[in-house]
């Protein structure tokens, strides 16, 4: 049965969006007419250019049809996956998604393998801080998914770490790829503005493990000094580090430093 929806009244309802203020519009695909995406979403994209303000365009035709390779041209950011779940599986599952496009995310177009479930209590607080930490990295639009009337100090300790927040806004905007699989074992790893490294280490599986991130995985130099700031606990590490970086991760659960040459 039909619903209230804006296809065919892509201008009319700009002009209303605009009149309200609104500078985000997430254009979902529900109850569409069987046309395709990449013909339905550009006539909005015209639209919101007539719109007489800044409105971010956000796609959402959940990657039926690799909008990655065409949304740049049409909006600002692009659904790569379907619908996410607060389970660790459906996250993690997202992410991996997510990176196969890490190539076409730049600043003005960016990946979105969906919303943040930080908050909703399906995961632990390791898998949520895995799940910020992959998003970030991967320059994914931070959007919260959980009641924000009811957050706990726990959620709000998460969401809130600047630092983090920092490396998912770098002006480089460059997307994080696997730099190295092994297992259960990832690297993620993006270069950072100011000569700088973001690498997330990454325990995927239910055993804890030692894992060790090599410098010739992330693109740098091995021998290369580097001052390791992590990004969780707040501290720059004592140590210096020359070829690689090894930290013991508890199943489901991850480190996350920015790593900065000193020589």
Not at 14 to 21: E, I, L
Not at 162 to 169: D, L, M, Y
Request: glycine residues 8%; hydrophobic residues 35%.
């Amino acid at each position: 049965y039909p619903l209230p929806g804006s296809l065919g009244f892509e201008e009319q309802d700009v002009k209303t969006f605009a009149s309200w203020g609104i500078d985000y519009l997430k254009y979902d695909n529900c109850h569409h007419d069987g046309s395709k995406p990449i013909e339905r979403y550009p006539v909005m994209s015209k639209a919101l250019k007539k719109a007489g303000r800044p409105i971010f365009f956000s796609l959402c035709e959940w990657g039926e049809m690799h909008p990655a390779e065409w949304g740049f041209h049409v909006g600002n950011s692009w659904r790569t996956t379907c619908d996410i779940t607060d389970t660790w599986e459906s996250m993690i599952s997202r992410a991996d998604q997510n990176e196969l496009y890490a190539q076409y995310a730049r600043p003005g177009g960016w990946n979105d393998p969906d919303m943040l479930e930080i908050g909703n209590g399906g995961m632990t607080k390791d898998e949520y801080i895995v799940h910020f930490s992959l998003w970030a990295i991967s320059k994914a639009p931070l959007l919260l998914g959980c009641d924000i009337r009811n957050m706990t100090q726990e959620t709000i300790e998460i969401i809130s770490n600047k630092e983090v927040i920092a490396v998912n806004q770098d002006s480089y905007g460059i997307q994080a790829r696997k730099a190295r699989m092994h297992g259960d074992e990832e690297i993620w790893v993006a270069p950072l503005s100011s000569y700088r490294t973001v690498v997330v280490i990454l325990n995927r599986g239910s055993v804890r493990y030692s894992v060790t991130a090599f410098w010739e995985d992330m693109g740098l130099d091995p021998n290369t000094v580097v001052e390791a700031r992590d990004l969780w606990e707040h501290k720059t590490l004592k140590n210096r580090f020359v070829g690689n970086i090894t930290t013991m991760l508890n199943p489901h659960s991850c480190k996350m430093y920015v790593l900065k040459p000193i020589s």
